[in-house]
């Protein structure tokens, strides 16, 4: 958590709730850098704590990807930037390609292997957050029996930033019971995200088991572009709640 509270903690008041929200950026096949910086923007002005730049039709990844995000994140000093690469076969492959870039964090859909990511860091001097999919759509610990989660989530924090969830896909609410199982097995030293399906409407319900929040779908309009007001929305209720 420490870590965790370092990146975002600076300038926060002391009333400061430790909640953080990050915005999805969904990069199209054309104008994707036209998009990042736009939506960067629009995120940075609302309230959010950074954004992940990901790309779904996995038309952008690699070396694309990450000079992407790296212009976004000069662009915006001190805003947090990440990339998730959905064509990387492992997190230490990405840690490779962002080292020594202003990018700030990682997020894999998988929480790879313990020893590359590890060997990665050291090589390149990365320290940069990793997030990585613990009990995460799309994966195969997603049908983790409820007794088996700890043993999930054990496997993943000695080297894992931040463990994200998810509810069963992409804009789908996740199911709070077993949000609260994965809080109870990370423990409440380990900042735990949550990255499907929350919207301003619901995101009070996750908010006591969960320190941060990436955020998508409820946020964009027809064309996949953010809406403001929504986004400025989710922010205020997670900055503003309290327990």
């Known amino acids: 958590m420490y870590r965790f509270i370092e990146v975002f903690g600076g ?11 990050h915005v999805v ?3 199209p096949l054309l104008d994707a850098y036209e998009t990042a910086h736009r939506e960067t923007a629009i995120a940075e002005s609302v309230g959010a704590d950074g ?22 994140a000069r662009s915006h000093p001190g805003f947090f930037v990440g ?21 700030s964090g990682i997020w894999s859909d998988r929480t790879g292997d313990r020893d590359l990511v590890q060997e990665a860091r050291k090589a390149t001097g990365w320290d940069g957050l990793l997030y990585a999919g613990v009990i995460f759509k799309g994966q195969s610990d997603f049908y983790t029996p409820d007794e088996q989660i700890p043993e999930v989530v054990e496997r993943a924090l000695p080297y894992v930033n931040v463990p994200v ?12 019971r077993r949000i609260r199982l994965v809080r109870e097995a990370a423990g409440t030293s380990v900042p735990l995200a949550i990255a499907s399906g929350v ?8 908010l006591p088991f969960i320190d941060n929040v990436l955020a998508s779908t409820s946020l964009v309009d027809a064309d996949d572009r953010l809406v403001s007001g929504r986004v400025e929305e989710l922010a205020t209720k997670i900055r503003t709640w309290r327990s």
């Open 11 to 21: 300038g926060k008041p002391e009333s400061w709730n430790r909640k953080v929200f």
């Open 25 to 27: 950026i969904h990069l």
């Open 51 to 72: 954004v992940f730049l990901i790309d779904m039709s996995c038309s952008q990844y690699g070396d694309v990807l990450v000079s992407i995000a790296d212009a976004v």
């Open 83 to 103: 990339i998730n690469d959905l064509m990387a076969n492992d997190p230490s492959e990405t840690i490779g390609r962002v080292a020594g870039t202003s990018i």
């Open 165 to 176: 969830t998810s509810g069963p896909g992409t804009g789908i609410a996740a199911d709070v």
């Open 199 to 206: 919207s301003p409407e619901n995101v009070t319900s996750y």
